[in-house]
Nanobody, 128 residues
Framework: QVQLAESGGGSVQAGGGLRLSCAAS????????MGWFRQVAGKPREVVAR????????FYADSMKGRFTVSRDTTKDTVNLQMNDLNPEDTAMYFC?????????????????????WGHGTQVTVSS
């Protein structure tokens, strides 16, 4: 079993930035892909970014390219999401997700159903 714990959410003014972290624990050796999703109440969860836990590229949703950067720290089993130039439309609950035995380079990895493990989320609120 794998546990994911997000941290780093909070409130920020438009134009500001936040750094989210996701720490994985438990049986993490088989985790190959970790992702960030976000969800606004009443709307579907949408993908933000994905990254392989070993070497490999990161993938971003189009609206996040250039503003968000996902990175990994393999020594700590942690994935980070640096968010810059935030705007009120980025306000959401942000979730960390992980999947074992598969890498992030498939189209399927853009969908929440593809991921097996989930954190409880961290709230990000951007005020104008």
């Amino acid at each position: 079993q794998v546990q994911l714990a997000e941290s780093g959410g909070g409130s920020v003014q438009a134009g500001g930035g936040l750094r989210l972290s996701c720490a994985a624990s438990g049986f993490t050796v088989r985790i190959n892909c970790m992702g960030w999703f976000r969800q606004v109440a009443g709307k579907p969860r949408e993908v933000v970014a994905r990254i392989s836990t070993a070497e490999g590229p990161a993938f971003y949703a189009d609206s996040m390219k250039g503003r968000f950067t996902v990175s990994r720290d393999t020594t700590k089993d942690t994935v980070n999401l640096q968010m810059n130039d935030l705007n009120p439309e980025d306000t959401a609950m942000y979730f960390c997700a992980a999947r074992p035995n598969s890498y992030c380079d498939s189209l399927a990895s853009r969908h929440e159903d593809w991921f097996r493990y989930w954190g409880h989320g961290t709230q990000v609120t951007v005020s104008s």
